[in-house]
């Protein structure tokens, strides 16, 4: 009888490792099988920040004038990454404001940028990719030469620039730095005020005046010009809270003066405080052979046209800054 017991505790314990071995086959089956998720191959990123800086004086010995300035800043990504296809998009605004006593309200940042890569590769080992590439940029609202608010000098979409080209891009493992070439970029020029178009400005083709200066055929609103472009992004922690990034942009026109370079190049350094709170330091650079310096050198309230000069923005702020 005892030994009848023990040949059905046997069983039953060998029924027992039956159920759990397939329970476990059977979950770790459904772990293999498990479609991916098409939501998994994107990633999303968005900051939204603030940058103030104020100067006030109180029987200040030396003088001054109070003042305040502002910068909104907003920056959205999406990405779509798998095996041998990825897609990078992003789209990053930008407007600053000073105030200051005795002066009007005057710009000092507008931005709109959105920029849109397609890549593919072979094999999911390479780091190099087949792409296509889309960068849209233009301003907000209209741009002075102050002092002199009466005469805009740019406005929306005037100039506004799309490049539009099929090259490769090399995208490193860790994805902090990429290069980006392309011999087939067609860059558009888009001037769509009519008064600049006119005068020609932003390289498009000027009016047509007869001997008197009166209008004979409208100035042009886009050129079109086809060229090789070249890009190199970098972004990473240098030391502990101390970020780095620069965008790097160099176009030449295969049609119009091949070898005189367009130059686009931005560096910033970031100083992280804490989770809000972030200082910036940071410098742009441009150089365009299209666009022409105008500055009132006779101060007769007429804007006088020279030649394509350097131009530099230098930014030092610190404000709070939202990613979510």
């Known amino acids: 009888m005892f030994k009848n017991i ?16 397939k329970n476990f086959a059977a979950e770790d089956s459904t772990n293999v099988d498990e479609p991916i998720k098409y939501e998994e191959f994107w990633t999303s990123k968005s900051a939204l920040g603030i940058n103030i800086s104020e100067m006030a004086f109180v029987n200040w010995s030396a003088g001054g004038n109070n003042s305040i300035t502002t910068l909104l800043s907003a920056d959205f990504s999406k990405k779509y990454k798998d095996a041998y296809y990825s897609w990078d998009n992003s789209i990053s605004m930008k407007y600053g404001m000073n105030a200051q ?29 087949y792409s296509a590439k889309l960068n849209f940029n233009t301003q907000f609202s209209n741009g002075y030469a102050y002092p002199d608010t009466e005469t805009s000098i740019s ?3 005037a100039p506004g620039y799309a490049f539009i080209g099929i090259g490769t891009e090399y995208s490193s493992p860790d994805e902090t730095w990429n290069l980006y070439i392309s011999p087939i970029t067609e860059k558009s020029t888009f001037v769509l005020n009519q008064r600049m178009a006119n005068e020609g400005m932003f390289g498009v083709t000027p009016a047509v005046r007869d001997e008197e200066g009166n209008i004979i055929e409208e100035g042009e609103k886009v050129r079109s010009q086809f060229g090789f472009l070249f890009t190199n992004n970098f972004s990473n922690e240098i030391a502990t809270n101390v970020r780095l990034s620069h965008q790097l942009s160099l176009y030449s026109d295969y049609l119009h003066q091949f070898g005189n370079v367009d130059v686009d190049w931005q560096i910033d350094l970031n100083l992280i405080v804490n989770e809000y709170v972030k200082a910036n330091i940071g410098a742009h650079l441009k150089y365009d052979d299209d666009v022409k310096h105008k500055e009132d050198t006779n101060k007769d309230g007429t804007l006088e046209t020279f030649g394509p000069r350097l131009q530099l923005k230098q930014l030092l702020g610190v404000g709070l800054v939202y990613i979510f």
């Open 6 to 21: 023990e040949i059905k505790k046997g069983t039953i314990l060998l029924f027992f490792i039956f159920l759990s071995f």
């Open 155 to 157: 406005s929306f979409m």
């Open 101 to 129: 006593e005795g002066q009007e309200l005057r710009k000092t940042e507008d931005q709109l940028e959105i920029k849109s890569t397609f890549g593919y590769r072979k094999d999911s080992l390479s780091n190099w990719y």
